[in-house]
């Protein structure tokens, strides 16, 4: 997959109809929406192609709408918010049809610089989210309201969906241009570079709860960074795979040969794979979550039988810092332990404290990651935060994100 896209910078679209693919999907709570993120990080793209003279179509999906339209997940919330943002009027197109004679008429009457707003895309239910077996009508129809199309939706790219890169081919076919927006140049020069051509040395490091989610991630990682760091409820497995006690732990009883596999591999390339040295054990997990806690440090090689592993310790703290100190590159997917429980979250903010302390570039891979730094209040201190969990673990998997490679190439 060609990283180097056609971007908004690139094409000119004065009095073009210009189809918008944003992540408008928000928090809402008694039809409020509770967190504008999403919202703000749009509003460099579309402002740059208002003034550059575009008809601007925008759409997005929002929530998962498993129970047919409902006015409890339409778009007009979002509508009200870019008004206020934008300053100028935005058509809301309400029609629950999307691109129906609503939305058609809404593009016709509209001057440069004008903005529309679509529905929600989900409420066309399989023609957005299944558009192979839909017959690709709804994409058509998205296409047939525009002249270009941008992406900007990268928490979306990694679904072939009718809005996100179904689309392109037939603004193609109609001789259109399709480019990303700022949102996505931005994630596919940190994230997709950091990958493929980082500077060295690299280190990433990978947390969470189970080795079966991020099985290719490790793989692909191993192969391209210097220094693999594991922490979270993975690391267990990798423990046992090395004949270590793990108590209660979380353990992927299946995956205990894959492990074995990858800490070979690992020697074979010369790389290194950093596995925690203590643990923050605990004997119950806590109801609530959050709740208060016992908690018991040991060594990695003293798990007691009936204790359970719930965050690094400080001897894997300083550890896993010292790497990150040294470090060029540094990319972060994943929390070293519950991060949910204030008492097993020090792990986690340790490594965000590192990341935030060094002078490498700090890439965060959206998620709990993302979330974690967030609320450790240190995101200004990171180089990139990627907006989008699910897409950023497959390009770290090294995989084609549809919504990138629908874009025309430069």
């Known amino acids: 997959m060609s990283l180097n896209k056609k971007s908004v910078d690139d094409i000119n679209v004065k009095g073009k109809r210009v189809l918008v693919r944003c992540d408008f999907n928000v928090p809402l709570k008694d039809g409020k929406i509770t967190d504008e993120t999403r919202i703000n990080a749009a509003l460099p793209t579309i402002q740059k192609l208002m003034n550059d003279g575009g008809k601007l179509i925008l759409c997005s999906h929002l929530g998962k709408v498993k129970n047919g339209p409902n006015e409890g997940e ?70 047939d309201l525009a002249d270009v199309y941008v992406c900007d939706a990268f928490g979306s790219a990694h679904r072939a969906h009718a809005s996100v890169s179904v689309v392109t081919k037939y603004i193609t076919e109609k001789g259109g241009e399709n480019a990303v927006g700022y949102l996505m140049q931005k994630e596919i020069d940190f994230l997709g570079n950091a990958v493929e051509d980082p500077k060295r040395p ?60 990858m800490l070979a591999k690992a020697e074979s390339l010369g790389k290194k794979i950093l596995l925690p040295v203590d643990a923050v054990t605990i004997a119950e997990f806590p109801n609530p979550i959050d709740a208060p806690v016992e908690t ?37 997917n994943g929390p070293m332990g519950v ?57 770290l998997e090294g995989k084609t994100l549809p919504g990138v490679a629908a874009a025309d190439d430069k």
């Open 74 to 143: 339409s778009l007009a919330p979002v509508a009200a918010a870019l008004e206020a943002k934008l300053g100028k009027k935005v058509t809301f197109v309400s029609d629950y049809n999307v691109t129906g004679e609503a939305a058609t008429a809404a593009v016709a009457a509209m001057n440069e610089g004008d903005v529309v707003l679509l529905q929600n895309t989900r409420f066309r239910g399989k023609e957005e989210t299944k558009p192979q077996d839909a017959g690709e009508a709804f994409a058509k129809e998205l296409a």
């Open 202 to 261: 690299f280190v990433a490091i990978l947390g969470g709860a189970k080795v079966a989610d991020k099985l290719n991630v490790i793989n692909n990682l191993l192969e391209k960074a210097d220094t693999l760091i594991i922490g979270g409820g993975m690391a267990y497995t990798f423990l046992k795979a090395q004949g270590y006690e793990i108590g209660k732990s979380m353990l992927d009883a299946e995956k205990i040969d894959y492990c074995k596999e």
């Open 296 to 332: 018991l440090v040991v060594d990695y090689d003293k798990m007691p039988a009936d204790r359970e592993g719930c965050d690094i310790g400080p001897k894997s703290q300083a550890l896993f810092a010292e790497a990150v100190a040294t470090a060029k590159t540094v990319v972060w």
């Open 339 to 395: 991060f949910e429980n204030p008492i097993l979250a020090e792990g986690t903010l340790a490594v965000a404290k590192a990341l935030a302390a060094s002078d490498a570039t700090t890439i965060i891979g959206g998620g709990d990651s993302a979330a974690a730094v967030n609320q450790m209040g240190l995101g200004d201190k990171m180089s990139h935060i990627s907006t989008g969990g699910g897409a950023s673990l497959e390009f």
